[in-house]
């Protein structure tokens, strides 16, 4: 993602020329980080929390604002996927003019972000083990994909 940036500058000035497809290529590889970067975080425990207010309340309550983080957080992915998905129905006919491929492909790790992001939120609420923030994350199984 940083060579292309580079790769452009270097062309445009030594050679004088312009590289199309760059830019349009980097935002796109940056948006696929950003997505599924939001699921890597749900799955270590690095999402939002209520970690001030856990450190002041008793114990007792800490199971129910997990809960409420969690719901908070499934109501976003849901909301990333339901968003990204209509966005890219609508996008799905126009190209990408440096790259010349689907729109679609650009909102794509909307998308998947938000499905990774309430599989594992629901893994949560269902019972299975998931990390909270400031715990290791558990083993991998070997059906955990």
Same mark, same amino acid.
């Given at each position: 993602m940083g060579r292309d940036?580079? =790769? @452009? +500058? /270097? +062309?445009?000035? +030594?050679?004088?020329?312009? =590289?199309?497809? $760059?830019?349009?290529? $980097?935002? @796109? /590889?940056m948006a696929w980080f950003i997505c599924l970067g939001a699921a890597v975080g749900a799955r270590e425990g690095y999402h939002l929390s209520f970690d001030v207010l856990l450190c002041f309340l008793p114990r007792q309550v800490a199971p129910w604002l997990h809960t409420v983080s969690d719901l908070f957080v499934t109501g976003f992915g849901f909301g990333m996927f339901w968003c990204g998905w209509s966005l890219a129905a609508r996008a799905a006919n126009d190209l990408m003019p440096g790259l010349g491929i689907s729109r679609a492909f650009e909102i794509l790790p909307l998308i998947t972000g938000g499905v990774l992001l309430v599989k594992r939120i629901l893994r949560r609420l269902a019972g299975l083990h998931t990390a909270r923030f400031g715990e290791d994350a558990p083993p991998r199984s070997r059906t955990d994909p």
């Open positions: 940036p580079r =790769l @452009t +500058v /270097i +062309v445009r000035y +030594v050679m004088n020329d312009s =590289l199309h497809w $760059a830019e349009p290529a $980097a935002v @796109t /590889i």
